[in-house]
């Protein structure tokens, strides 16, 4: 098991069984799947022994298979329960404009208990969607999502979460230059089509709300 990943202590052999069968029928490979989140056979040992990442790696993991992980909440740790809940009251925050500078700067926002690229990437977007910084949104979404800000292709894996991610970074930026359109429209195009395959309908609906009313048709 590598570095990002860690032994839960949970028997994993159901969950890593389902996330197989998911995965094949998306037609994905494991490398696919684990790009920028786990490393080595780290996948490999979830499917065929069942040896689970933490919650945020399997919560992406689910993700990128087009999936909710809303039957999964009893896997949760005390700790990964906490941060969860420590998420949800900063996106609450940030939704209402409540949201102040010492919570960025918090134990739990410095914390990189569980996955350093998720829990930063998570701190990192939403530092530069509320300070319209557009090169830092970018930078944190490409974090774990291989080539951005190129356009999605047919070969990558991509959570409901990191397309939220890159459409919200896009609407900022349109926000402030709408010039920018023309730089943009390949990725949304791209994005859309990615969704169409790979998304449930449940899981897309906020996402084709949101082009909807920015992008038109």
């Known amino acids: 098991m590598d570095k990002k990943s860690r032994k839960t202590g949970r028997n994993g052999k159901g969950f890593g069984k389902l996330i197989a069968d998911m995965r094949r029928a998306k037609g994905f490979t494991q490398e696919a799947l684990e790009e920028n989140l786990l490393t080595g056979r780290a996948i490999s040992n979830l499917e065929n022994r069942g040896e689970l990442p933490d919650w945020l790696v399997f919560d992406m993991l689910v993700r990128r298979l087009g999936a909710s992980t809303q039957l999964f909440m009893t896997m949760l740790s005390e700790g990964e329960y906490e941060y969860l809940?420590?998420?949800?009251?900063?996106?609450?925050?940030?939704?209402?404009?409540?949201?102040?500078?010492?919570?960025?700067?918090?134990?739990?926002?410095?914390?990189?208990?569980?996955?350093?690229?998720?829990?930063?990437?998570?701190?990192?977007?939403?530092?530069?969607?509320?300070?319209?910084?557009?090169?830092?949104?970018?930078?944190?979404?490409?974090?774990?999502?291989?080539g951005y800000p190129k356009p999605l292709s047919e070969e990558q894996c991509v959570s409901s979460e990191e397309i939220t991610y890159m459409l919200l970074s896009m609407e900022k930026l349109l926000e402030t230059r709408p010039q920018q359109w023309e730089k943009v429209r390949a990725i949304l195009v791209s994005i859309i089509r990615y969704m169409e395959v790979n998304i449930s309908e449940e899981e897309r609906v906020n996402g084709y709300a949101k082009d909807v009313c920015l992008y038109g048709d």
Do not use: N, P
């Not at 134990?107 to 690229?117: I, K, P, V």
């Not at 990437?121 to 774990?144: N, P, S």
């Open 85 to 146: 809940c420590w998420k949800e009251d900063m996106l609450k925050k940030i939704e209402d404009g409540s949201i102040r500078r010492e919570d960025w700067d918090s134990e739990m926002a410095h914390s990189r208990e569980f996955h350093e690229a998720l829990q930063g990437q998570f701190v990192e977007f939403w530092k530069g969607y509320m300070q319209a910084d557009f090169q830092l949104m970018v930078r944190a979404i490409a974090r774990t999502v291989r």
